[in-house]
């Protein structure tokens, strides 16, 4: 994949790219809206976070960088490939990724500060978010024309199938490795200035 297939790839999916940014945006406002209204069920969610950062945090800094970007890789990946059931598990995958995002946001900026919710967020969620609403669009792409090719329209489905995985490979691979990077190195550093 050259560097104009790349940019050819990325304007075609326009539209599944804002559609799938709406939908996470809609994700945090409902995590939040949920956070608000349900403390019990919000501070389960939160306990199970907390429990699960804390046997990360056991980890040296190499091998929690590793445990992230296998995850990142692994769980965007699925979500890419899984798009083939019409686009539904691209669908709730990044509206779910936005509600846990709404729900940490609401809970942190209530109990500690948005001072500490940007450090934690900010630095690797400029390159993961985007990363996240890209696998998710690119799967929905994929379960549109799989749908297509279902009702026997005109479609190259094989082909399009190839071309996201070629765009992860190529593109997001690279972001996600960035990300991972930046949350081990970056984000700790930061946080550590909140005592976390």
Known sequence: MKISEI?????SLKTYIIFSFLIFVFG????????????????EIMKQLQSFFLSAKED??????IFILENNITNLLAILILGI????????AVFANGMLLGVIA????????????????????????PALVLSAAIGIHIGVVA?????????KFINEF????????????????????IETYVTTYMLSFFGA
Request: contains cysteine.
């Open 60 to 65: 040296s800094s190499f091998d929690l960088f």
């Open 147 to 155: 749908v297509k090719k279902l009702f026997r329209q005109e479609t």
């Open 28 to 43: 945090i406002l409902g995590g939040y809206f949920f956070a608000q209204n349900f403390p019990q069920q919000t501070e």
């Open 7 to 11: 940019k050819k790839y990325a304007q």
């Open 106 to 129: 609401c809970v942190i900026s209530e109990k500690l500060s948005w001072s500490f919710l940007i450090a934690g967020i900010l630095p690797h969620g400029i390159f993961e978010i």
């Open 85 to 92: 059931f019409a686009g539904l598990i691209p669908l709730l």
């Open 162 to 181: 190839a071309e996201g995985l070629q765009f992860f490979i190529m593109v997001l691979i690279p972001i996600i490795f960035i990300a991972a990077l």
